[in-house]
């Protein structure tokens, strides 16, 4: 992987990587205050963001800019996450890929379905996000059942957006050499191309 | 050791006379902020985050007589607190030995999470200060010897302040003495939803708390008890097997080289 790169192919533009790390510092933002107001023991975490009443006042804000970011690659991106048939024969052999197994697995386009997965669970888990946290923003002003289930959503629909950055985290990193720079610089090496999203590399018109 | 301290509400020795509102008013230094007005003879609707006291004027009817079923809203000091359940800032809730709960304002952060946790709908924030209020039941009166302010200033007897154990045996035994005058759904307020509570109200009705503003099997609300307890280990078992998890498949495949 630190070969030159012969041929750069791009992968993906400024503007994505730009509203993808907005939207991932926000979530590093928005998750980390969150978990130090979801137990005591993690309260800690607090007093490294400026303690709870800064944590209490600016975590609702974080959470909306992580929204209008996600909310932009929605608009963005919605149409190259939809999930084919190839997605769905893919994702049933998924532990396949997750053991570094190639044979057997369908080609994958520009994303496979694992990344699709990823796309659409944080679409509706920052969409439940959202709308509970306006309940608990403003406690005083919302009727009691709304909060009631809010509490108990919030918290659910946070635990499985974490759990999929995790992954995601992982997969970007130290899973998938390559993967990181496609977000940082933007482009790929053909080899990796071919490698990981073979039916997108034969999409793109060669120049 | 100090003993269990509670507050004795002889919901039938109340006359309305409102002292204890401005005792509480009065004690704790608050301004008065005008409520609306709802045809009772009610101070305000409901509490404020600068109200902690409020005597309800539940109005009945009884065979074509209007009647007034006299009770007093203010914050339970619960055995099992549903406040300090919810709260996610340490000591920000705290509970005196002698088993008042109260909120030390220093360490609240104002997210609220208590007002949905507490059963009676007690806590409220304070747009000013953001952080949530309710009573205290005087602990800084108590903390010297002295009784709550409320009771200290009640004319009729209505309220008591003492051990909790003894206030109990009072309580039954004017339940007693009503029910030998007639009145025999006469009882004892102190709801086991919550582990018993340190505010105890004698009801002519008691089988029907709701009259007087009561909830009748008051607990903590089950969302709120799932969100502290499985919620948190569902949470942990995520975020903490994700990381393992992610580690030790790098360690068991290591990366997906493409060459």
């Known amino acids: ?207 | 050791m100090s003993q269990t301290v509670a507050k004795l509400i002889d919901t039938t020795l109340c006359i309305g006379c409102k002292a204890c509102e401005v005792a509480c008013q009065e004690w704790n230094d608050q301004e008065f902020t005008l409520g609306t007005f709802g045809g009772t003879y009610q101070t305000m609707p409901s509490l404020a985050s600068n109200f902690w006291n409020l005597i309800k004027f539940n109005e009945i009817e009884r065979d074509g007589q209007l009647s007034w079923l006299m009770s007093k809203y203010q914050c339970m000091h619960c055995a099992d607190a549903g406040c300090m359940r919810a709260c996610p800032a340490p000591g920000a809730i705290v509970r005196l030995e002698n088993g008042t709960v109260d909120f030390a304002h220093d360490n609240c952060i104002g997210c609220g999470y208590c007002i949905t946790g507490c059963p009676f709908d007690v806590p409220r924030l304070s747009p000013v200060t953001k952080k949530v209020y309710k009573c205290t039941l005087c602990s800084d009166r108590t903390a010297v010897g002295l009784t709550p302010a409320c009771i200290k200033t009640c004319p009729t007897n209505c309220l008591t302040f003492g051990s909790r154990d003894e206030l109990l045996r009072m309580a039954e035994s004017r339940a007693e003495e009503l029910k030998s005058d007639g009145h025999k759904d006469a009882g004892v307020y102190n709801p086991e939803g919550v582990g018993g509570t340190n505010v105890l109200y004698v009801l002519k009705e008691s089988s029907n708390p709701q009259l007087y503003g009561l909830p009748k099997d008051p607990q903590i609300p089950w969302t709120v008890a799932l969100w502290k307890g499985p919620v948190k280990w569902l949470g942990t078992a995520v975020m903490l097997g994700g990381i393992l998890g992610t580690f030790f498949h790098f360690i068991r495949y290591g990366p997906k080289d493409h060459d």
């Open chain 1, 1 to 207: 992987m630190d070969q030159k790169i012969t041929t750069r192919i791009p992968r993906f533009s400024a503007a994505e990587r730009i509203t993808h790390w907005m939207a991932a510092l926000c979530f590093l933002y928005t998750a980390l205050t969150g978990l130090s107001m979801w137990s005591r023991k993690l309260f800690w975490i607090a007093t490294i963001f400026g303690g709870g009443e800064t944590v209490r006042a600016l975590h609702p804000w974080g959470g909306l800019l992580f929204s209008a970011a996600l909310g932009i690659m929605f608009l963005r991106w919605r149409k190259r996450m939809a999930v084919d048939a190839d997605d769905i024969a893919w994702l049933k052999q998924s532990h396949k890929y997750a053991t570094n197994v190639k044979e057997g697995l369908p080609e994958v386009g520009e994303f496979n379905g694992g990344q699709k997965m990823l796309f659409w669970m944080q679409t509706v888990f920052t969409l439940l996000l959202l709308v509970t946290g306006a309940v608990l923003w403003f406690p005083s002003e919302m009727p009691s059942a709304l909060r009631l289930g809010a509490v108990l959503l919030h918290p659910l629909a946070a635990i499985g957006s974490i759990g999929g950055i995790i992954v995601h985290i992982y997969m970007g990193t130290a899973a998938v050499p390559g993967a990181l720079r496609s977000m940082t610089r933007g482009y790929v090496s053909e080899e990796w191309a071919a490698a990981h999203h073979p039916k997108w590399l034969r999409q793109i018109p060669k120049s």
